[in-house]
């Protein structure tokens, strides 16, 4: 089995900070890591949920992915992250099973972690984040 966990779920976002006061005040959630990758233009806040955590996304320029999505589709679910042990195995297994690769070799994610994502076409509409601690 290659899925070790549910990473995380990400939640698209216009005002991250009052996304952030909303899961606090429903939840009593806290925020255990928030970061800006400049590369992918995002600014995030992860909020621990047992082993997995909610990350709440916004773009941080207009050209960014997450800032089209949000133009486009509006606030939601954007991807889901599972938790890998080897990311390129995960992702030459995917691409195997006739996924369709973002990236074609793993890169850095936020807080250390390496990543890669799967198109949503090919992979019943969900853009998929293999996420490896
Ligand atoms: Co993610």
């Known amino acids: 089995m290659i899925l070790t966990e549910i990473d995380h779920i990400a939640i698209a976002v216009n005002d991250l900070d009052e996304a952030i006061a909303f899961y606090e005040n429903a939840f009593g959630a806290r925020v255990e890591h928030r970061e800006q990758i400049e590369r992918d233009g995002v600014d995030e806040a992860l909020l621990k949920v047992a082993e997995s955590y909610v990350q709440l996304i916004t ?3 207009d050209d960014s992915p997450v800032a089209k999505y949000l133009e ?3 606030e939601g679910l954007h ?3 599972y938790r890998v042990d080897d990311c390129a195995a995960a ?4 691409v195997e099973a ?6 074609s070799e793993p890169r850095p994610g936020s807080r250390g972690t390496t990543i890669a994502f799967i198109h949503p076409k090919g992979a019943y509409g969900t853009l998929i984040e293999l996420v490896q601690e």
């Open 91 to 94: 992702l030459a297994s995917m």
């Open 59 to 61: 773009g941080t320029r």
């Open 79 to 81: 991807h889901v992250g």
């Open 98 to 103: 006739g996924a369709t690769p973002i990236d």
């Open 72 to 74: 486009k589709k509006g």
